[in-house]
C-alpha cells in the first residue's frame, strides 16, 4: 500500500531527495517539449502542408488547454491524491506523444497538442505540490524549489539542442516521440520513488466554477495571443473581456465560499503576492528573450537550429548556478535582498542587449544570456514564497496559482513585446520594402531590404532588451517595497 503524506510532520521522508530528482526530471521533460516544436515545427508545417491558421493552434493549443485546467486538475488533486495525478499525467503525456506518429493531418497533430496540454496541466502543479509535502523544512524545500527552477531554466535551452539533432537525424515525429521512453521512466520511478500526498482539507469542486475557471483562462490566454500576431480587432476585444470577466466572477465565487476550488484569498499575504508577482516578469521577460534571441540566432547570425540552440547554452549555465545558491544566500543576507537582487541581475543581463555595438557580436549576446540566467536565482525563490507561504491543505492552490503566472507572462511576453520587437523591426525598414519583409524578417532575405532588416531585427533584440529591463527593474521596486524586511525563505517573518 500507498504511503500517505500527512500534511504536518514530523520528520522529513527519507526519499525525498530521490523524489526530487524525479520531479525535477519531469518538469525537464515537459519544459523541453514546449521548446522543442519551436525546432520542429518547420518541418512539420511543410510535410503535413499545415497553413497559417493551422499552425497557429498547433502552437497555441498546448497553452490554451495547460491554463484553463490547472485550477480544476490542481483541486481534484488535492482530493484524489497529487502523486496519482502526476503519475496519470505521465501516462497522458507518453500516450500522446506516441500519438504523433498516426497524425496525417494538421488536425491530429491540435488534437496531439491538445493532450499534451492536459498532461502539462496535471503534472506541473503536481509536482510543486509534492515538493511542498516532501520538504517540510522551510531551507531544504527551498534548495529544492531553486533546483526544481534550475530544471526550467534547462529544459528551455536544451530543447532547441535536442530537437535539432532529432530533426538532422529523423523526422519531426521524433521530437514527440523522445517524450516516450522518458515519461515511462518516469512513471515506474515515481511509483516507487514518490509518497502520496492530498490536503486534508480540499477546496469544493463545482460544476459551475470549473466552467468560469477554464472558459476564463481560455479566452484570456486565446485573446492576448491574438493581439500579439494579429492586433487588436473587435472579436479580440470582445473575447479579452469576456474571460476577464469569467475570471473575476470565477475570483467573486471563490471569495465567498468558505473552502473554494482556488484559494485566491493567498493574495492578501504580500509574500505571497510578491512570489508571484517575481514568477510573472521572469517568465515574462525570458520567454521573449528566448523567441526573440533564438531567431536573431538563425536568421541574423545564419546558424542552425542545433548550432542556435547551442549558442543559447549559457542562459542555462546561469540557471544552474543562480536558483539553488539562492537559499543559501538568502539564510546570509535576507530573502527579500536576494530576490530584488536576482531581479536587478536578471535586468542587467537585458540592459546589455540595448547597450551592445551593431552589429551585435554573439559574445556580448552570451554574456546577457549568462547575467539572465543567474538572475532565475530570483525565479526559485520566490517559488520557495510562493510554497511557505500558502497553508499546506492550500498547496494544490499555491502550485495553480504559480503555475498560471508562468503560462499568463510566456504568453504576455510573446505578445505584448514580441509585438514591440515587430514595431521596431518594421521602422527600421527602407521605404517601400516588400509586404514580405513588412511581414517578418524570414519574408525579408532575399530581397532588396534584407541588410537593413537584418540590422533592424538587431535593433529590435535590443529593444527587448531594454523594454524587459525596465518591467523587471519596477517589479523589483514593487517587491522591495511591499515584501517584509525580515522575510525568510518559508515565506514567514
Given amino acids: 500500500m500507498t504511503a500517505v503524506l500527512p500534511e504536518v510532520r514530523a520528520t522529513a521522508d527519507p526519499r525525498r531527495w530521490a523524489g526530487l530528482a524525479v520531479l525535477a526530471a519531469s518538469l525537464l521533460v515537459v519544459v523541453m517539449d514546449m521548446t522543442v516544436l519551436n525546432v520542429a515545427l518547420p518541418d512539420l508545417t511543410a510535410d503535413l502542408q499545415a497553413g497559417a491558421v493551422a499552425q497557429l493552434w498547433i502552437v497555441d493549443v498546448y497553452a490554451l488547454v495547460l491554463a484553463g485546467l490547472l485550477v480544476p486538475v490542481a483541486a481534484l488533486a488535492d482530493r484524489w491524491g497529487r502523486r496519482r495525478m502526476l503519475l496519470a499525467g505521465f501516462v497522458v503525456f507518453a500516450v500522446a506523444s506516441l500519438a504523433a506518429l498516426a497524425a496525417r493531418s494538421p488536425g491530429d497533430v491540435i488534437a496531439v ?3 499534451l496540454g492536459i498532461g502539462g496541466a496535471m503534472i506541473m502543479p503536481a509536482t510543486l505540490s509534492l515538493i511542498r509535502a516532501l520538504f517540510p523544512d522551510a531551507r531544504e524545500r527551498a534548495f529544492a524549489l531553486g ?15 535536442i530537437g535539432g539533432a532529432l530533426l538532422n537525424a529523423y523526422s519531426w515525429q521524433a521530437a514527440f516521440l523522445v517524450n516516450v521512453p522518458l515519461m515511462v521512466v518516469a512513471f ?15 477546496g469544493r469542486i463545482d460544476a459551475t466554477g470549473v466552467l468560469l475557471s477554464v472558459g476564463g483562462m481560455a479566452a484570456t490566454v486565446y485573446a492576448i495571443k491574438h493581439v500579439g500576431k494579429s492586433g487588436l480587432d473587435p472579436v479580440t476585444v470582445v473575447v479579452l473581456l469576456a474571460g476577464v470577466g469569467l475570471v473575476a466572477v470565477f475570483v467573486r465565487r471563490c471569495l465567498h465560499q468558505p473552502d473554494p476550488m482556488l484559494a485566491v484569498g493567498l493574495f492578501a499575504n504580500p509574500v505571497f503576492r510578491s512570489g508571484v508577482l517575481v514568477a510573472l516578469v521572469t517568465s515574462t521577460v525570458m520567454i521573449s528573450l528566448l523567441f526573440v534571441g533564438a531567431q ?6 545564419g546558424w542552425t537550429p542545433l548550432f542556435a540552440g547551442v549558442a543559447l547554452l549559457p542562459m542555462a549555465i546561469g540557471g544552474l548556478i543562480g536558483p539553488p545558491l539562492a537559499p543559501a544566500l538568502a539564510a546570509r543576507v535576507g530573502a527579500r535582498n536576494v530576490l530584488v537582487g536576482g531581479l536587478v541581475i536578471l535586468a542587467a543581463g537585458l540592459l546589455v542587449l540595448w547597450f551592445l555595438p551593431r552589429p551585435m557580436p554573439y559574445a556580448g549576446v552570451a554574456v546577457a544570456l549568462l547575467l539572465a540566467g543567474f538572475g532565475t536565482a530570483a525565479l526559485g525563490l520566490a517559488s520557495a514564497l510562493i510554497m511557505g507561504s500558502a497553508p499546506t491543505h492550500q498547496a494544490g492552490s499555491a502550485a495553480a496559482m504559480e503555475e498560471m503566472s508562468y503560462e499568463v507572462g510566456g504568453v504576455i511576453g510573446i505578445a505584448v513585446l514580441g509585438s514591440l520587437a515587430g514595431i521596431v523591426y518594421r521602422a527600421g525598414l527602407p521605404a517601400g520594402a516588400d509586404h514580405a519583409a513588412v511581414e517578418s524578417l524570414t519574408g525579408a532575405l532575399g530581397t532588396r531590404a534584407e541588410a537593413a532588416a537584418l540590422a ?18 519596477a517589479v523589483a521596486v514593487i517587491v522591495w517595497r511591499q515584501l517584509p524586511a525580515d522575510v525568510d525563505v518559508s515565506g514567514g517573518h
Fill in 147 to 161: 533546483l526544481w527552477a534550475s530544471m526550467a531554466a534547462v529544459g528551455s535551452a536544451v530543447g532547441p539542442i
Fill in 188 to 202: 515506474l520511478a515515481g511509483r516507487v520513488l514518490l509518497p502520496e500526498s492530498r490536503s486534508d482539507r480540499p
Fill in 456 to 473: 533592424s531585427y538587431a535593433d529590435a533584440f535590443g529593444a527587448i532588451g531594454l523594454a524587459g529591463a525596465l518591467i523587471t527593474l
Fill in 296 to 301: 536573431w540566432l538563425q536568421l541574423v547570425q
Fill in 113 to 115: 497538442r491538445a493532450l
